[in-house]
C-alpha cells in the first residue's frame, strides 16, 4: 500500500531522529574511549613514523655506538685516546644542543633529523678512514657529537609534541621495544660485517640504514610551528632546578654504560679476534630481556606507579655497576648485561615519561626547556669524561674503569631525586 505525503515524513522524521540518536552515542563512545584507549580511536601516523625511525636507528645505532670503543682498541687507540674523543663530543654538544635547537625552531624538528643524518654519515666516513688517514681525534668527537645533538634536540621536541599525557608511559615503552628490536639484530649483524668485510664496514652499513630510518618522517607534517624566535632570557626566569640533577644523572649513567662496558669485555673478558661477535651476541640477548621488560613497565607507569618502578630499577642498576668490575667470565657478563638492559628500561620508561610531560609546563619554551636540559647534560659528561682522561693517565685500564663503574652506580642513584608531577602516585 502507498503511504502518503505526510507519512512518508513521519517515518523521514523518524528514521532521521533515531540516526542522530545513533551518532550521539557513537560520539559519545568515542569521547569516553578517546580517553582510555586512545590507540582505538587515533590515527597514530606521526607515532607510526617515530616508531619505524626507531627501528632503523636502533638497527644502525646498536652497530655504531657499541662497536667504536671497540673498534678503537683493535686499530691500537689506547683507552686515554678513546676517552679523549668522547669528550670532544660531549664539548661539542654543550654548544651544538643550543645551535640544534635554533634550528628545529626554525625549520622543525624532521628537517634538523635530515642535518643530523649528513653529520652522521661524516663521522661514519671519518671512523671508516680513520686507520688510513689518521684524522685527529677531536675531529672526530665535534663532527659525531654535532650529529647527535641534531637528533636527540630534534627527536625530544618532536615526541613531546605528538604524545598523548595519559598513554605516553605505553608510547614510550613501544618506542623503546621498536629501538630494541632493531638493536636486537644490530650488534650480530655488525659482528659478522666486521668478520667477512673487517670491522671498519661496520660503520658505511650502519650510515645507509640511518638515512632509510629517516625516510617515513615525511609523510606527515611538522609537529611544530617553524620559522619560531627562541626566547633564552624570558624563559631564564623559570625555575627548572628541580628535576636537573636527576636529568643529568639520567644522561651520565646512560653514556657510561654504553661506553665502558664494552671496553671492559673488549679489554678484560672476551679479548681476541672474536670481541666483535661475542660482544653482538651478549648485547643482544640483553637487549631481549629489556624487551620483555618494556611494556609491562609502560603499563606500571601509566597506572601512576611509576615511581616506585623507577626507585627499584635505580638501586639495582647501581648496583650492577659496582658488580661489572668483577665479572670475568662470558657467561657471568651474560647475567649481569641481561639484568642491567631490564633494569635501565626500568628506570627510563617512568624518568621520561615524567620529563616528556614537564616539557608540557613550559608552553611556547619547550624547545628552550630541552636544549637547556641537553646542554647542561652535556657538560657534566663532558667534565666526567674529562675526569677520566686525567685518571687514565696515571693509573692502568681497569682501575680507570673501576672509576667509571662507580661514577655510575652514584649517577644511578642520583636519578631518585626526580619531582616529576605526573610520578606521583595516584590519589587513593
Not at 578517546?34 to 616508531?51: G, I, Q, S
Not at 676517552?83 to 661539542?92: E, K, N, P, R, S
Not at 661496520?202 to 619560531?228: C, D, H, W, Y
Not at 646512560?254 to 651478549?282: C, E, H, Q, R, Y
Request: aromatic share 12%.
Amino acid at each position: 500500500m502507498l503511504l502518503s505525503g505526510q507519512g512518508w515524513f513521519i517515518i523521514k522524521r523518524k528514521n532521521y531522529r533515531q540516526s542522530s540518536q545513533r551518532i550521539m552515542i557513537k560520539n559519545l563512545l568515542h569521547q569516553i574511549l578517546r580517553h582510555r584507549h586512545f590507540w582505538r580511536t587515533e590515527n597514530f601516523n606521526e607515532l607510526n613514523e617515530l616508531y619505524i625511525a626507531m627501528l632503523v636507528r636502533g638497527l644502525s645505532l646498536s652497530m655504531m655506538g657499541l662497536f667504536v670503543p671497540i673498534f678503537l682498541l683493535s686499530i691500537g687507540y689506547s683507552l686515554t685516546a678513546i676517552l679523549m674523543i668522547l669528550c670532544a663530543y660531549f664539548i661539542t654538544r654543550v654548544f651544538s644542543d643550543i645551535g640544534a635547537a635554533f634550528l628545529v625552531a626554525r625549520f622543525g624538528p624532521k628537517h634538523v633529523m635530515v642535518l643530523g643524518q649528513v653529520l652522521f654519515a661524516l663521522s661514519s666516513l671519518l671512523f671508516l678512514t680513520l686507520e688510513q688517514m689518521q684524522w685527529p681525534l677531536i675531529m672526530l668527537g665535534a663532527v659525531w657529537g654535532a650529529s647527535q645533538s641534531c637528533f636527540f634536540l630534534s627527536f625530544d621536541t618532536d615526541f613531546s609534541k605528538i604524545k598523548h599525557q595519559m598513554h605516553s608511559g605505553k608510547e614510550l615503552s613501544y618506542l623503546d621495544i621498536m629501538g630494541k628490536l632493531g638493536a636486537i639484530v644490530g650488534p650480530i649483524l655488525g659482528g659478522i660485517v666486521s668478520i667477512i668485510l673487517g670491522p671498519q664496514y661496520i660503520f658505511a652499513i650502519s650510515t645507509v640504514l640511518m638515512v632509510f630510518g629517516l625516510l617515513p618522517l615525511f609523510k606527515t607534517a611538522e609537529p611544530t610551528r617553524t620559522r619560531q624566535k627562541l626566547d633564552y632570557r624570558g624563559f631564564a626566569k623559570k625555575d627548572i632546578s628541580k628535576s636537573l640533577t636527576a636529568i643529568t644523572a639520567t644522561h651520565l649513567e646512560n653514556t657510561l654504560s654504553i661506553v665502558m662496558w664494552p671496553l671492559f669485555l673488549a679489554l678484560f673478558v672476551l679479548p681476541g679476534d672474536s670481541v666483535f661477535i661475542k660482544v653482538g651476541i651478549l648485547s643482544s640477548f640483553s637487549i631481549l630481556m629489556a624487551i620483555l621488560a618494556a611494556r609491562y613497565v609502560g603499563r606500571l607507569v601509566d597506572e601512576r606507579q611509576g615511581r616506585r618502578v623507577l626507585h627499584m630499577s635505580t638501586v639495582i642498576n647501581a648496583i650492577m655497576h659496582l658488580v661489572k668490575p668483577f665479572v670475568s667470565s662470558y657467561g657471568v657478563a651474560f647475567g649481569v648485561g641481561a639484568v642491567n638492559e631490564a633494569v635501565t628500561v626500568g628506570y627510563r620508561l617512568p624518568f621520561f615519561k615524567g620529563y616528556y610531560d614537564q616539557t608540557d609546563e613550559y608552553p611556547g619554551h619547550r624547545i628552550v626547556y630541552i636544549s637547556i636540559t641537553e646542554s647542561y647534560s652535556s657538560f657534566v659528561k663532558a667534565a666526567v669524561y674529562g675526569f677520566l682522561v686525567l685518571i687514565s693517565t696515571v693509573v692502568n685500564p681497569r682501575v680507570t674503569l673501576t672509576v667509571a663503574f662507580m661514577i655510575a652506580a652514584v649517577a644511578s642513584l642520583l636519578i631518585m631525586t626526580e619531582k616529576f608531577k605526573t610520578l606521583n602516585p595516584k590519589d587513593i
